[in-house]
């Protein structure tokens, strides 16, 4: 088992705002928010929708939350007929 130092710091993960989608229902802005804590592991990336409040949440305890972060973006950019990035 490795153990990596992990950086939980938010400005660590650059430009992912940059890349996530509009809302697919109301086409509002939506925001990337992390969650994480060293001492509980315990993390989770959220991505809300600033007009409409719809939001989808990745969690884990195993990966980190860069992992999170790019797992809740990639599925919240996914859309209808469309091939994953
Ligand atoms: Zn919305």
Do not use: Y
Request: with cysteine; proline share 5%; glycine share 8%.
């Amino acid at each position: 088992m490795k153990n990596q130092p992990e950086n939980l710091n938010e400005t660590e993960i650059p430009a992912l705002h940059t890349i996530i989608r509009p809302c697919p229902f109301c086409g509002g802005d939506a925001e990337l928010i992390l969650r994480g804590n060293t001492f509980t592991k315990k993390r989770n990336a959220e991505i809300r929708c600033g007009n409409c409040n719809v939001e989808m949440v990745v969690g884990a305890i195993r990966n980190s939350l860069d992992w999170c972060a790019k797992t809740v973006i990639a599925k919240w950019n996914k859309r209808v007929g469309e091939h994953c990035i």
